[in-house]
């Protein structure tokens, strides 16, 4: 006991974080993968799409999120707790607007997606101001550097979903994407526990100094669009293919993309580590290159090692993921590894240079990612085109960021 009690005192809270993450992808992974197999490909389309919906989300989510962490690091005493109101406040303003026009428009999601039932867009609609909400929570405790909470929020999230999804599909006989979207926004509620709430006040008269609210309101700006580019890129294809394919063909696609995109949310991991750390030394005066090429470093070499295994055995790697019912996609899986692998590295170039206040990259990922749709709208006579065009378009991506980067690198 004595030995486990002084391994536990040598972790750093960096490295809590980290496996905390690590374990989270695994019980997402997990949760999907049990989907699959409950589900078969062609309902697994629809319960992939609202997860899919969630990635949306997450990534607007995260646009308060970064602001959060970003802000907690520079301001402080009167300013902070102006600005952590104003972000909790416009944060559920913001999340209410959005569910609530999902909802409106739950019926044209149903015709646009193809789905059996609008039901499952208005549970999830419900959810969405709590996902806003909890994201301004999360920035708060990343900002300040306070991992272990910032790791519990995560995990209530991540198990409650997998436990309650599970086991609502199990017991309850009603239509599986009603219940996914159900468990999906049951979890919001859990993914407030921990929460930072003291001296919350949505009635507060204090306000940030203009220069202040200038600078807050530029980087969220940007920061939006930089995250509204991310959505383009990490979901415009799972919404394409299950717009221009059948049933079918797109839950064997989601289950594809679900694979080969283990090594994007490793990624988002050391994004979490990166931003409060850039941050904090371009405050302190201090090199920020040598943080970028660290964690470059890491997923260059995940990524690696993950597009060799797919290569290597695809075959076995879906069957023990998904079964055999998913076996036709084997000879894409190295492919989509490879896409999603050089948009993770170009990700971390991304957010390096949105941390310095850097938006040249935030207007070419979105040039890119524009178009990466246009090539798919054009280019979808087969399930293998469409992830050839994403190696093409995240190549460009990836080089694009490394020029930016040299050209730069002087005053990095």
């Not at 997990?30 to 799409?49: D, V």
């Not at 991992?147 to 599970?166: G, H």
């Not at 999906?184 to 003291?198: N, R």
């Not at 940007?222 to 221009?244: G, P, R, W």
Request: positive net charge; charged residues 10%; contains cysteine.
């Amino acid at each position: 006991m004595s030995t486990i009690k002084i391994l536990l005192k040598k972790i750093t809270p960096e490295q809590l974080f980290m496996g905390s993450v690590l374990l989270v992808n695994g019980g997402n992974y997990i949760y999907n993968l049990l989907l699959g197999r409950l589900l078969g490909p062609e309902a697994f389309a629809e319960a992939a799409l609202l997860i899919t919906l969630l990635l949306v989300l997450s990534f607007v989510g995260m646009t308060f999120q970064l602001a959060t962490a970003k802000f907690a690091v520079l301001f402080s005493g009167d300013q902070w707790l102006s600005f952590k109101n104003r972000s909790y406040k416009h944060a559920t303003i913001f999340g209410t607007i959005a569910g609530i026009l999902i909802i409106v428009f739950s019926k044209n999601l149903q015709e646009l997606f193809h789905t059996k039932s609008h039901w499952m867009f208005i549970l999830f609609g419900i959810g969405v101001p709590l996902y806003f909400f909890m994201s301004v929570n999360r920035g708060n405790y990343q900002g300040n550097q306070d991992f272990k909470n910032l790791s519990i929020t995560y995990q209530t999230e991540m198990w409650s979903r997998l436990l309650i999804t599970i086991a609502l599909l199990l017991l309850v006989p009603l239509e599986s994407s009603f219940l996914v979207a159900l468990g999906i926004g049951i979890s919001f509620i859990f993914g407030l526990i921990p929460s930072d709430l003291k001296d919350l006040s949505f009635t507060s008269k204090a306000k940030l100094l203009p220069e202040n609210a200038k600078r807050v309101t530029k980087f969220m700006i940007l920061t939006a669009c930089y995250e509204f580019t991310q959505i383009i890129i990490n979901n415009s294809d799972i919404l394409l293919v299950k717009h221009y394919f059948d049933a079918l063909d797109a839950g064997l696609y989601a289950s594809l993309a679900l694979i080969g995109r283990v090594v994007y949310f490793v990624a988002w991991m050391f994004v979490m580590l990166l931003l409060p750390t850039v941050v904090q030394k371009q405050k302190d005066g201090e090199p920020t290159a040598p943080i970028l090429f660290k964690y470059v470093g890491y997923i260059g070499l995940l990524s690696a090692v993950i597009v060799t295994a797919c290569y290597i055995m695809p075959e076995f790697i879906i069957t023990i993921m998904f079964g055999d019912a998913y076996i036709a996609m084997a000879g894409l899986l190295w492919q989509y590894a490879l896409a999603t692998s050089l948009f993770a590295i170009g990700n971390i170039f991304a957010y390096y240079f949105l941390s310095l206040d850097h938006y040249v990259p935030v207007i070419l990922s979105g040039l890119l990612g524009m178009s990466q749709i246009i090539l798919v709208v054009f280019y979808h006579d087969t399930l293998e085109i469409v992830v050839q065009v994403q190696i093409i378009a995240m190549a460009i991506l990836l080089a694009v960021q490394i020029i930016y980067f040299l050209l730069k690198k002087s005053k990095l």
